[in-house]
């Protein structure tokens, strides 16, 4: 078993250099197949869902050359198959937008329901909706979600809530249906503009993407291309938040300031001073954490993946925070463990009551999902003593050289394996 260790209390100080975004790469790298020729990703995460994603296009028959660290080429040509099967899906949640580009690509698919966090239900009606608009069959027979279509044809199809999933997946399959298909009341996610973006390089016709309406004209072939994911949002707004937490001083590169604006606004409320820069924020804090109201919305609003990480922050912060969770009916299951480390927080249904404390004491604590595991380390720097995280595999699955960056930065933190037969004997 892995986990990490942090001696908390060390103001981060230095310099942070953010690495591309999880959530455009899990996009950018399935449309791959749309090319059916050799496509170069450059400023790619290095995190395990992108493993995963790449093994899966390797398992398909594409061939897959890590260039450098950051970037890789996938050549789509050949197929065998327009299968994702459960081994290979079950791990993450993007592994279904094989299903729109796979659709795309062969006019089939079958992919398996996707795993990825659990925060209550996590329907897929709205992908489906979009692709019967379009012409698919979809059918769910033992676990794999099967569609197809003869031809599809481009529709106007008005989504019932805003999902950044169902956008991409049905966005994908769209790019070469005949005709023009408007989607309305469409996420407008940093990652839905730069999937666009992508599909536009290789020769899509999509227009207004980041607005509520996207307008794609089909095309009848798109070409291999070489293309720069943009950096990740929510790195950076952890980054941020974990600096504002511990009353740093850093100054985080390789950011889109603009993507940061809800998390900024936030942050001087709260009592932090920032700086923008053209591709770089500095974050301060000398006085304390002031209490501050926060709603998660899609975005421009303030992203619910950025809700575990500045709740932990306010359990600092004196008097009364109010948390309400807009996006998912059950994203506060992370609290309990906040709660072992001293936090005082109630929680309602989507709204979480953080009364500030004078201090967080370390504790063992077990990651419950991504962000989830982003807020105990945050945590776990701000905490008197010691904090040991367990089942990382969370955090890896979405942050980059945690453990480095962090160090970096001055924090107290290892990566620590403890031997299977250590962990047995604790049972
Ligand atoms: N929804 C439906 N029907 C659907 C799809 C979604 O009712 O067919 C509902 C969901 O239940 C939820 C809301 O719509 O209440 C929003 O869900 P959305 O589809 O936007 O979420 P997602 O695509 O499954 C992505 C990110 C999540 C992030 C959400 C919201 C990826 C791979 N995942 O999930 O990111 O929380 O958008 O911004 O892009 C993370 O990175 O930690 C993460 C969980």
Same mark, same amino acid.
């Given at each position: 078993?892995?986990?990490?260790?942090?001696?908390?209390?060390?103001?981060?100080?230095?310099?942070?250099?953010?690495?591309?975004?999880?959530?455009?790469?899990?996009?950018?790298?399935?449309?791959?197949?749309?090319?059916?020729?050799?496509?170069?990703?450059?400023?790619?995460?290095?995190?395990?869902?992108?493993?995963?994603?790449?093994?899966?296009?390797?398992?398909?028959?594409?061939?897959?050359?890590?260039?450098?660290?950051?970037?890789?080429?996938?050549?789509?040509?050949?197929?065998?198959?327009?299968?994702?099967?459960?081994?290979?899906?079950?791990?993450?949640?993007?592994?279904?937008?094989?299903?729109g580009?796979?659709?795309?690509?062969? $006019?089939?698919?079958?992919?398996?329901?996707?795993?990825?966090?659990?925060?209550?239900?996590?329907?897929?009606?709205?992908?489906?909706?979009?692709?019967?608009?379009?012409?698919?069959?979809?059918?769910?027979?033992?676990?794999?979600?099967?569609?197809?279509?003869?031809?599809?044809?481009?529709?106007?199809?008005?989504?019932?809530?805003?999902?950044?999933?169902?956008t991409i997946n049905v966005m994908l399959?769209a790019v070469?249906?005949?005709?023009?298909?408007?989607l309305?009341?469409?996420?407008?996610?940093?990652?839905?503009?730069?999937l666009a $973006?992508?599909?536009?390089?290789?020769?899509?016709?999509i227009?207004?993407?980041?607005?509520?309406?996207i307008?794609i004209?089909?095309?009848?072939?798109?070409?291999?291309?070489?293309?720069?994911?943009?950096?990740?949002?929510?790195?950076?707004?952890?980054?941020?938040?974990?600096?504002?937490?511990?009353?740093?001083?850093?100054?985080?590169?390789?950011?889109?300031?603009?993507?940061?604006?809800?998390?900024?606004?936030?942050?001087?409320?709260?009592?932090?001073?920032?700086?923008?820069?053209?591709?770089?924020?500095?974050?301060?804090?000398?006085?304390?954490?002031?209490?501050? $109201?926060?709603?998660?919305?899609?975005?421009?609003?303030?992203?619910?993946?950025?809700?575990?990480?500045?709740?932990?922050?306010?359990?600092?912060?004196?008097?009364?925070?109010?948390?309400?969770?807009?996006?998912?009916?059950?994203?506060?299951?992370?609290?309990?463990?906040?709660?072992?480390?001293?936090?005082?927080?109630?929680?309602?249904?989507?709204?979480?009551?953080?009364?500030?404390?004078?201090?967080?004491?370390?504790?063992?604590?077990?990651?419950?999902?991504?962000?989830?595991?982003?807020?105990?380390?945050?945590?776990?720097?701000?905490?008197?003593?010691?904090?040991?995280?367990?089942?990382?595999?969370?955090?890896?699955?979405?942050?980059?050289?945690?453990?480095?960056?962090?160090?970096?930065?001055?924090?107290?933190?290892?990566?620590?394996?403890?031997?299977?037969?250590?962990?047995?004997?604790?049972?």
């Amino acid at each position: 078993m892995e986990k990490f260790v942090i001696e908390g209390g060390t103001k981060l100080k230095g310099e942070v250099t953010i690495s591309g975004a999880k959530n455009a790469a899990v996009a950018i790298i399935p449309a791959t197949i749309l090319a059916k020729g050799r496509c170069v990703i450059e400023n790619i995460p290095n995190i395990s869902d992108v493993t995963i994603l790449l093994r899966i296009l390797r398992e398909m028959g594409c061939t897959v050359n890590l260039i450098d660290r950051t970037t890789v080429e996938i050549d789509t040509t050949y197929i065998h198959e327009p299968v994702v099967p459960y081994e290979m899906a079950r791990h993450m949640r993007a592994s279904y937008y094989f299903l729109g580009s796979l659709l795309g690509r062969c $006019n089939e698919a079958s992919v398996s329901m996707p795993g990825g966090c659990h925060f209550g239900v996590r329907p897929i009606d709205q992908h489906i909706k979009g692709f019967e608009a379009l012409g698919a069959s979809v059918s769910i027979d033992y676990g794999m979600i099967n569609a197809k279509w003869d031809t599809p044809i481009g529709a106007h199809i008005y989504f019932d809530v805003v999902s950044v999933g169902a956008t991409i997946n049905v966005m994908l399959s769209a790019v070469k249906a005949k005709g023009l298909t408007v989607l309305e009341n469409v996420a407008k996610e940093p990652h839905i503009v730069d999937l666009a $973006n992508f599909l536009n390089s290789m020769g899509a016709d999509i227009r207004g993407a980041g607005t509520d309406v996207i307008k794609i004209r089909g095309v009848d072939m798109l070409r291999g291309t070489t293309y720069s994911i943009i950096p990740d949002q929510i790195e950076a707004g952890t980054y941020m938040v974990a600096t504002a937490a511990t009353g740093g001083d850093v100054l985080i590169k390789n950011v889109i300031p603009k993507h940061l604006e809800s998390i900024t606004d936030k942050l001087e409320k709260a009592g932090a001073e920032i700086t923008e820069y053209d591709d770089a924020i500095r974050v301060v804090r000398r006085q304390p954490l002031i209490k501050t $109201n926060v709603k998660t919305l899609p975005h421009p609003g303030f992203p619910t993946d950025m809700q575990p990480q500045i709740t932990v922050m306010l359990c600092l912060a004196k008097g009364t925070s109010i948390i309400t969770e807009g996006v998912w009916d059950n994203r506060f299951k992370y609290v309990d463990e906040l709660r072992r480390m001293g936090a005082n927080i109630q929680v309602d249904g989507r709204v979480a009551v953080v009364e500030g404390v004078d201090q967080l004491t370390g504790a063992p604590v077990k990651a419950t999902d991504l962000r989830a595991g982003a807020a105990l380390l945050i945590g776990g720097l701000m905490a008197d003593g010691m904090t040991e995280i367990e089942d990382i595999y969370h955090i890896e699955r979405g942050y980059e050289n945690v453990v480095e960056k962090l160090q970096s930065l001055g924090a107290n933190i290892q990566k620590v394996v403890v031997p299977d037969e250590v962990v047995a004997k604790a049972l």
